[in-house]
């Protein structure tokens, strides 16, 4: 018999989760547990469930596209929290439960009786996560908050944009999802830990904290000069160029983060008497004359298209891309190369397609197995698995403690392409 581990268990065969978090930041971290083979229970209010299933532009027939993005290969299960009975199913599940993910506002959990301290009291060894907007402790631990408000906070939005503009948001909502990750970090190391002492613990991170990690040289530039960077646009704060350039047809990025690069750079553009320019010989020589520097190198950009730019710059070694748009990112043979596209059946959807996981593990690799849950798709089954008889889940159901959907009639068929 073979001792190597089944890469259809996954890594994380075994954990299971009761995800009680909504929107973004709580499921991210709860999709990557469940994509590495945690057990994750989605407990979703009875009425409307999870916020993020109403957000209804865009839909997939006329299910809600960012729900399905982030509540993959989770179970779900409908549950009044406000009320003692719902209360008590929960308590259950908690007894047989690994972790808890919560992002309610602190207190919340509290005021219904199933904080951490109950909760711990039914099962030691639970780790509990919560996820909140500016954490537990500090003069702003009772405030709610949202990704924008994050990046506001952390000064994220007052380095994004052009030199001289506005305060902008960035693209994507950097706080959310760098806070589910830092959750499944902790939790993780929560995990180990009780592994080796059989206790459970409080994992705990914000969005502000999520926001903050991401200006790792932007503070360190302030630590040292006491001085606040502003926006760059493209450019980097410390290298140059390193940057989004025009060309005769659209953009390019051109990376020259070290010499090596800068004098191939050089090369390629016709000026190999830029590297020993004394204006522009050392990158801390280029970063003062940006002002000139950049404009030389974008007037020679513009002279032919991008293509023939990217093939000179990869011919050079000189590290290189396209700027692409969203659908060219998701399309490009290198991101289906690496499995960040995944094909799924929805019961109600259809087709659909989601992000994979970007971690890649040789012996126990991520598995899609299904698509996100039906509103209360698992009720039944779970209560079931809780030690609850069938005339006792059919009280439930009729008093509306819990809700269901009925399962579908075949099983979610799942490829990654």
């Keep these: 018999m073979s001792d190597s581990p089944d890469p259809q268990a996954g890594a994380l065969a075994g954990l299971r989760v ?37 957000y209804r532009e865009p839909t997939i027939n006329g299910v809600s596209a960012p729900f399905l993005m982030l509540n993959r290969n989770k179970r779900g299960i409908a549950l009044d929290l406000k009320r003692p009975e719902g209360r008590e199913v929960f308590l259950r599940m908690v007894r047989n439960a690994d972790v808890v993910i919560e992002n309610f506002r602190k207190g919340t959990l509290e005021k219904l009786g199933l904080g951490y301290d109950t909760l711990s ?28 408000i994050a990046q506001g906070y952390t000064g994220l939005m007052s380095i994004t944009g052009e030199e001289g503009g506005p305060p902008l948001r960035t693209g994507n909502s950097i706080a959310d999802i760098n806070a589910g990750i830092l959750a499944a970090f902790g939790i993780l190391a929560a995990y180990q830990h009780r592994q080796k002492t059989g206790r459970g613990q409080v994992v705990e991170t914000s969005l502000i904290e999520a926001g903050l990690q991401q200006l790792y040289w932007h503070a360190a530039i302030h630590f040292a000069t006491g001085e606040s960077p502003g926006p760059s646009g493209s450019a980097h704060v410390l290298a140059t160029p390193y940057q989004a350039f025009p060309t005769q047809d659209g953009h390019i990025i051109v990376g020259g983060a070290n010499e090596k690069n800068w004098t191939r750079i050089a090369q390629v553009l016709g000026q190999p008497e ?29 002279t032919r298209p991008s293509a023939e730019w990217l093939a000179a710059f990869d011919e050079a070694g000189v590290p290189a891309g396209p700027v692409h748009s969203i659908g060219e990112a998701l399309s490009h043979p290198q991101t289906l190369a690496r499995g960040m596209v995944v094909r799924q059946q929805h019961a109600e959807a259809g087709p659909i397609r989601t992000l994979g996981l970007p971690i890649h593990l040789s012996e126990t690799p991520a598995r899609y197995h299904s698509a996100s849950p039906r509103l209360g798709e698992h009720t039944r089954a779970l209560l079931a698995e809780c030690g609850y008889e069938p005339a006792e889940i059919a009280a439930m159901l009729e008093e509306g403690v819990v809700s269901e959907v009925a399962a579908p009639d075949s099983a979610a068929a799942v490829t990654e392409v």
């Design 274 to 302: 830029w590297v020993e320019d004394p204006r522009y010989r050392l990158n801390a020589d280029r970063m003062r004359h940006r002002d000139t520097l950049l404009p030389a190198m974008a007037e020679i950009l513009m």
């Design 121 to 148: 009291r039914e099962n030691p060894g639970l780790i509990y996560c919560a996820i909140s907007g500016y954490g537990r402790t500090g003069p702003y631990a009772d405030k709610g908050g949202f990704d924008l």
């Design 18 to 54: 009761l995800e009680l978090a909504q929107i973004m930041a709580g499921p991210t971290c709860g999709m990557m547990l469940a994509d590495l083979g945690a057990d994750v229970i989605k407990i979703e209010k009875i009425d409307g469930g999870d916020d993020a299933r109403g």
